[in-house]
């Protein structure tokens, strides 16, 4: 797999194959997306934050499926909207360069802000 | 911003900058990703499935930072751990078209299955 | 079950009987609880609206047991913290009705409402 | 507020007099439940497990009006589908009970397990 372009148009394929866009609303998409990210929740719920950085190959590997399915549900929905990704994330990455100042921010705690 | 890679070596950085690698165990991203997630359900929840196909211009806008922000913590977890997230989406394709054939799947109603 | 007070002491000495406690952060238990509400959602996401109203009996009974599952990490979780669940209720009963007039709320679109 | 009863009952007002039921599907309803778990999430993020168990008051009472959040959505749920949550609480009891037998899980890790 090369690119996010690539696996968009994978992505498109494997449900036009499967006559799947009739589901695929935007709304639909957003719940599965969420779905998936409780799934990579649940694997780290139970365990310490010091466990969660020391994970075996099989607790790995679940993890990456289940970011698999997370960027899945990304791509497809940002492909139903026709949404670029790659120039979302810049975007958002200049705006949180001016909301958290690295000279403000370092050594503070991170207690109320969302990053 | 070219692809993946690039976005994760300016997350690394942006992170690195503001000191903020102490917060970021697997679990609390794994957390941080999907209160990103339920941000964009939120913005469907009292949509019908027509008018979250149907979105205007400003409401386009604010899914595609949403979308930004999971991306940024799927990028950032998947660095945490050293996932190929690419790879890992391969891998998911295969096991999703052995799980469902579309020959068997066309038609179905999808009612109880995954994807 | 006669009510709430009574759900609250039994989860407490079921948690107990299993030495769960030393789990049961209320980091933790907000995790747990997100991913119980995803279950739920999990059951919605390819219906219509429509559909989501007209669930036969066995879909009905998968629905009532997530429901039991986020009322027993929401009950949990405030005995951990020692928050009143009913009161909680109350208070935010109160100020909900502040925040939407009903004679103001009537007739009007809920795209950009929380309720 | 005596009991989930009257609380069921209050919310059925508060929804009907600002003509609700027409976004009250149980799809949209699980969806909103799931964002308000999100919230509740989002508190707990960036904090240590101990710090998660040793809130100050106004974090409690954030805490407890997210709490009050997921309530009224699980009661509202509840209601739209006529399901009885105690009750529906008692089965899981009983469930769990059978799935989880205290003798044999105590001083197990829970890495693994649901609850």
New interface residues.
Partial sequence: ????EE?KA??RA?VA????ER?H????L??????E??????????????E??A?DGAA?RR???E??????F?VR??D??D?D?????????AE??KK?P?EK???QS??Y?D?
Same sequence: chains 1, 2, 3, 4.
């Fill in positions: 797999m090369r690119d996010l696996l994978r992505v494997f194959e499967r006559d799947w589901f609303s935007p709304k639909n957003a719940m599965a997306l969420s779905v990210a409780a799934e990579l929740v649940e694997l780290f719920q139970w365990l310490t934050e010091e969660s950085g994970l790995r993890v990456a499926e970011l698999a399915d997370v960027l899945w990304l929905l940002s139903r909207l949404i990704l790659l120039e979302a994330a810049e975007l958002k990455l949180n360069a958290y690295a921010v370092r050594g991170k207690k802000t990053y």
